[in-house]
């Protein structure tokens, strides 16, 4: 096969071309600022009400209650660091989880070590799964905020969010989720799920790069973030990037409309990448619930390898995948998110990365398996584990 093949998209991806097509007209023509007041600003400010509303509609939610930001990044410091602020004279206590993000991870971590707070990161079971009973639990009298992510970008695994938001709900504290690979792939409602603040980004659902946004249910209290202009209802200020914001309601209102058949198609293919992977590889483990999974994901760890190795010998083929989070690759710690959920650092090590697109095919996949069914005999050929373990066997 002599093309690309990007099992990558829980890292981003590709910009559809109707998406660039609804873009280009804001650079170009309609160019006005949006707070400007003669009539070429009027079509920039139009194109980003519009957008709030579709993506408002979306969620079961107010266009006032969306919040354009410059990245999934910025609206989960924002909710947290900003509800922090707003509510800090009633409590310091937050809760999270051990396998969030480093979006969430590390501004928790942050506000620990500048501003005296309490983060509680809650254990989560060999699947991933948090406990409910475990988080109300750890729930004080100064407990403020609970984050949880909707979905994990790195196993997949999907949280029993509506339960986490009765609870929050129940105990009259702020519910914040990450739902940066949950848009747009799962059918989510605000109110259904009890959800209070909600972040997402654009470039997981082939939208633009440096665009996100933050649900702030009506009536909660948030500190503002960036200061300067009046922008996002006072809240969030700097010029709009309207055709960022303009890209963000296409790419999310085509991820809606195709929902339900690409992630069949998507459910579809991913359970014959895991069935083959799992039947004809020996030493693999599937990490992540094998049903409350994100339908594009897959996560194994192949014992004796090296995930580094595998990666680089599968960019030899052509095949772009990833061994951790995009995020922290580049470190070579094993991933916090596989540590969480029990796996000894040899194994975590070893792990891989396939996540499913709307352009992959089942041609593709099986290519895939081909190649790392070699590849992985290859490099457990050269490894000294894997010989002891073979010698011990045999014994
Ligand atoms: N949260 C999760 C779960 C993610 O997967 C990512 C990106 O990988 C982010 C937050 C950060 O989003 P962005 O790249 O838009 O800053």
Known sequence: ??????????????????????????????????SSIYEL?????????????????????????????????????????????????????????????????????????????????????ENGLVRPEELEKAITPKTILISVMYANNEIGTIQPIKEIGQIARKHGILFHTDAVQAFGQLP??????????????AHKINGPKGMGFLYIRKGVKIRSFIHGGAQERKRRAGTENVPGIVGYACAAKRAVD????????????????????????????????????LPNNVNVSLQFIEGESLLIMLDMEGICVSS??????????????????????????????????????????????????????????????YEDFVKNRKK
């Open 1 to 34: 096969m002599n093309k690309i093949i990007y099992l990558d998209n829980a890292a981003t991806t590709r910009v559809a071309p109707e998406v660039v097509e609804a873009m280009v007209p804001y650079f170009s023509e309609n160019y006005g600022n949006p």
């Open 41 to 125: 600003a009027g079509a920039s400010k139009e194109a980003v009400s519009r957008s709030r509303e579709t993506i408002a509609g979306i969620l079961g939610a107010e266009a006032k209650e969306i919040y354009f930001t410059g990245c999934g990044t910025e609206a989960d410091n924002w909710a947290i660091v900003g509800a922090f602020e707003a509510y800090k004279d009633k409590g310091n206590h937050i809760i999270t989880t051990k396998i969030e993000h480093h979006a969430v991870l590390n501004t928790c971590e942050y506000l620990e070590k500048m501003r005296k707070a309490n983060v509680t990161y809650l254990d989560v079971d």
């Open 188 to 201: 989510i409602q605000v109110d259904d799920d009890y959800i209070d603040m909600l972040s997402s980004s």
């Open 258 to 293: 195709s929902m339900e058949e690409r992630t069949k198609r998507e459910r579809n293919l991913r359970n014959h990448l895991i069935n083959r992977i799992m039947k004809e590889i020996p030493y693999v483990r599937l990490n992540g619930d094998p049903e409350k999974r």
């Open 324 to 385: 951790g989070s995009a995020c922290t690759s580049g470190s070579l710690d094993p991933s916090h998110v596989l540590l969480a959920i029990g796996l000894p650092h040899e194994i975590a090590h070893g792990s891989l990365r396939m996540t499913l697109g709307e352009d992959t095919t089942k041609e593709e996949l099986d290519y895939v398996v081909e190649k790392l069914k070699g590849i992985v005999e290859h490099l457990r050929a050269m490894s000294p584990l």
